[in-house]
Every structure is written in structure tokens, then in C-alpha cells.
């Protein structure tokens, strides 16, 4: 069981304490707390577990507790096998608990075998992180955005991808969420922010006509980095005009901080950069967020249209975004649109701009400056499409 620590912090791990104690019998199961906000219970296997029990179970122990953002989380390792060291048994009812922690709405996990695979797997991904950034295997594919109304590319996204020598490429959900827990993040993001505008600068020189081209900040970096004088620092050591260079910022970098958040992005905007809100709508998406911080463009995942049992409600949600984003007065632009009927679906409901596989998938960069010369739009005309 894990619950936050604060004012009233000994307090409620007392209250936690005696909650167990109660609820744990004396004969065949035990109870104790192995760290400061980490309890541990041996218990009778309970046949159906449901969010809906635990959540009880949470509520009851903070009942009357004058505090706020502290939830209590349970990670369960189920014994099958009574040869595996009690230590061990802990540790496997952690990693379960780590699956949540960060999860809003998740109460508890059960671990499996997986949990401790994927562990392993993490634990190569640091080994090999600082190499991997030293040795270049890091590479920075871009994805064209198009315009709606004529097919046009106005834009295009810079993504990370790591091309292992052994594994081959590794796609970037597989390591970017291990580097946003062990701080590598910024790291790889100011190595991509940094050789994105140093390609930009060797395009404009052999002289393409180049698109706006975005990044993606990530959470972390909001803290890790002054960004308000990185950015334009960057953008004076290539020579790059900021209204060619977006930021993609997420709604759980604001959620995390949002006054640091707000002071950056005005910052970044009074020197001219644009900033697109990224995932718009997978994540809290308080309306608080919309009137705090000012932006340049919405970004909404075409998860929201795909088929599933959810389609017209999810439909519902798009087009009350994109109606939303009119009535602020900025373009959006949907990403994942895979086929002609998805754009026009979208196209229909007022969209700006799309990103998706329809139009092209990320590409390196040798294949991007192909298809860019193709697709720009030259003086206000949009070169012909194949689309
Ligand atoms: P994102 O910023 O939402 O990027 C869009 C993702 O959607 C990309 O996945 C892109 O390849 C994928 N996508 C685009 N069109 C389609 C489509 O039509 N169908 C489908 N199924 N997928 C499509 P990718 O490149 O795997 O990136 C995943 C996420 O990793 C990104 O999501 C972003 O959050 C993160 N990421 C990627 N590069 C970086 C980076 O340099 N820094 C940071 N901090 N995060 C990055
Ligand atoms: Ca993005």
C-alpha cells in the first residue's frame, strides 16, 4: 500500500497501520511497512479483484482526513510458488504498484511475469542510453503536417528514433517513457532540438524552402532546463528564424507545473515561437489549461474516431474539439488520419491541418528533403500533390 506523505503525514501512517492491522488476521498473515510510505500485507487471496473494492478499501482509511491529492494504490503479487524469497515476493508487489503510480483513476495492479520482463528490458535501455547518444544511433525522422483544404504541406514534426545496432529501430514508446523516469530525457530531447535546427540550416543553405518544423518538449524538460533562453539561444547559433521552429508542448507538463509552464511558453512566444498543444484531450485537459496558456495550434489524436464501441461518443468529443479550438481562434491539426475517408471525416468537421500515415509516415531525412521539395508550397501556391 502506498499513500503520499505530507503536514499530516505520521499521522496517516498511523491511520494506515492500524487500518492493516485490523483488516489483517492474526492467524497466517501478517502485516508491516518496509519504507516510509510502503506497506506491505500477507493476505488470503481474494477471488475477484475489482477498482472498485480497493478504492472502498482507500476511501475508508482516508475518511476524515483533512488532506487532498493523496491516494492510496495497491500493487499485488498473488503466490503461487512459496519458493520464491519473501523479498522477492515485496519487490514483485512493488513493480506492480510502479505500473500505477502514476496512473490517474488506477487503483491497483496484479503483477505477472511481464511486469519483470519489461523491467529487465528497461534495465538494458539505461545500460545502453549514453552510448547509444555518444555513438549517434539516435536519429531524428519527420513526419510532413498537410493542409486540409489543398493537400499542401505546411508543416512537419521532428520524432526521435533509435537505430540499435543489434535490435535494429526502436520506435520512440519503447524508451522515451524509461528517460522521462530517469531524467535522460533532456538529454536526447536538446540532442534532437539541436540537430533539427542544424539540418534547417542546411537546408535553407543549399536552398530548399523550408516549413515550419516542431519538436516535442517533454515534461521534464520544463524543469530541467531554462528553455525560455535555450531556445532562442539555439535559434541564433544556426541563424534560424523562430517562426520557422514550433514547440510541441503537453498538457501534463502544465498539470505538473502550471505556473512554470505558463511564465516559459509567454516567454517563448514573445520571441516568436509557436506552440502547439500536443494530445490534446488523452490527458486532463482542464479548460483551465486553455484559458491560462496561450497557444498557437491544437494537436488532437485521431484515436478518438477510430473504430471501436466508443465511436460516437469519441466522434462527439473530436468535433467539440475542433469546435472548440474555432471559438479560440486557433488552427488544429489531427494527427493518426490513415485513410481518404478519416480526412474527410475530419475535413468535414472543420480540421485545419492533418498529420498521419495518409499523407506520409516520419521519414529520415534524406527521403524528407525529397518529399518536401515536392509538396511545399511555393509562393502562396501549393505545388501539385500526388494526394
Ligand atoms: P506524438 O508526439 O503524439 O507523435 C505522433 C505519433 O503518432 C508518432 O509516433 C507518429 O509516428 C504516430 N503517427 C503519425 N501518424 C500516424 C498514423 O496515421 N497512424 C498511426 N498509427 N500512428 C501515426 P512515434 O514517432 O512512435 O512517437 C510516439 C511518441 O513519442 C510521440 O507522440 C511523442 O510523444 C514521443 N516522442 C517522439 N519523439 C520525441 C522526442 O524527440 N522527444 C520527446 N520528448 N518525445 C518524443
Ligand atoms: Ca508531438
Not at 519483470?116 to 531524428?140: D, H, N, P, S, T
Request: hydrophobic share 40%; aromatic share 10%.
Amino acid at each position: 500500500m502506498n499513500g503520499g506523505a505530507g503536514e499530516l503525514g505520521d499521522r496517516l501512517l498511523c491511520t494506515i497501520a492500524k487500518h492493516l492491522k485490523d483488516h489483517v488476521g492474526t492467524v497466517n498473515e501478517a502485516v508491516g511497512r518496509i519504507e516510509s510510505n510502503t506497506f506491505v500485507a500477507l493476505k488470503q487471496h481474494v477471488p475477484d479483484y475489482s477498482e472498485a473494492y480497493f478504492r472502498k478499501d482507500g476511501a475508508d482509511v482516508l475518511e476524515g482526513f483533512p488532506v487532498k491529492n493523496i491516494s492510496i494504490k495497491y500493487g499485488i503479487y498473488e503466490i503461487t510458488d512459496k519458493s520464491v524469497a519473501v523479498s522477492d515476493m515485496c519487490d514483485r508487489a512493488i513493480l506492480a504498484l510502479r505500473q500505477i503510480k502514476h496512473k490517474y483513476g488506477a487503483t491497483f495492479w496484479v503483477y505477472d511475469d511481464r511486469i519483470r520482463l519489461q523491467m529487465l528490458e528497461e534495465e538494458k535501455i539505461v545500460q545502453e542510453m549514453e552510448v547509444a547518444l555518444k555513438e549517434k544511433q539516435f536519429k531524428v525522422f519527420f513526419q510532413p503536417k498537410h493542409d486540409v483544404k489543398d493537400n499542401a504541406m505546411i508543416g512537419a514534426e521532428a520524432l526521435v528514433r533509435w537505430r540499435h545496432p543489434v535490435k535494429g529501430l526502436i520506435p520512440p514508446g519503447v524508451f522515451i517513457p524509461v528517460f522521462e523516469r530517469n531524467g535522460f530525457i533532456t538529454k536526447l530531447d536538446t540532442y534532437v532540438w539541436e540537430n533539427t535546427a542544424m539540418l534547417m540550416r542546411q537546408w535553407l543553405d543549399e536552398g530548399h524552402t523550408l516549413v515550419p518544423i516542431s519538436v516535442n518538449i517533454s515534461r521534464m524538460d520544463f524543469g530541467a532546463l531554462p528553455l525560455e533562453e535555450y531556445f532562442p539561444k539555439l535559434m541564433a547559433k544556426y541563424n534560424l528564424s523562430t517562426e520557422l521552429y514550433h514547440l510541441e508542448v503537453t498538457e501534463t507538463a502544465y498539470m505538473d507545473d502550471p505556473e512554470e509552464m505558463v511564465k516559459t511558453v509567454v516567454i517563448l512566444r514573445q520571441h516568436g515561437f509557436k506552440i502547439e498543444m500536443d494530445d490534446f484531450g488523452t490527458g486532463y485537459s482542464s479548460l483551465n489549461l486553455l484559458s491560462d496558456l496561450p497557444i498557437d495550434a491544437l494537436k488532437v489524436g485521431m484515436n478518438f474516431v477510430r473504430e471501436n464501441k466508443s465511436y460516437d461518443s469519441n466522434k462527439g468529443i473530436l468535433s467539440f474539439i475542433l469546435n472548440l479550438s474555432k471559438w479560440l481562434g486557433v488552427p488544429t491539426i489531427v494527427e493518426g488520419v490513415e485513410t481518404k475517408a478519416e480526412l474527410r471525416l475530419v475535413a468535414t468537421m472543420g480540421c485545419d491541418f492533418v498529420q498521419g500515415y495518409y499523407f506520409a509516415k516520419p521519414m529520415p531525412e534524406e527521403e524528407f528533403i525529397v518529399y518536401l521539395d515536392k509538396h511545399v508550397r511555393l509562393n502562396g501556391v501549393a505545388q501539385p500533390s500526388d494526394k
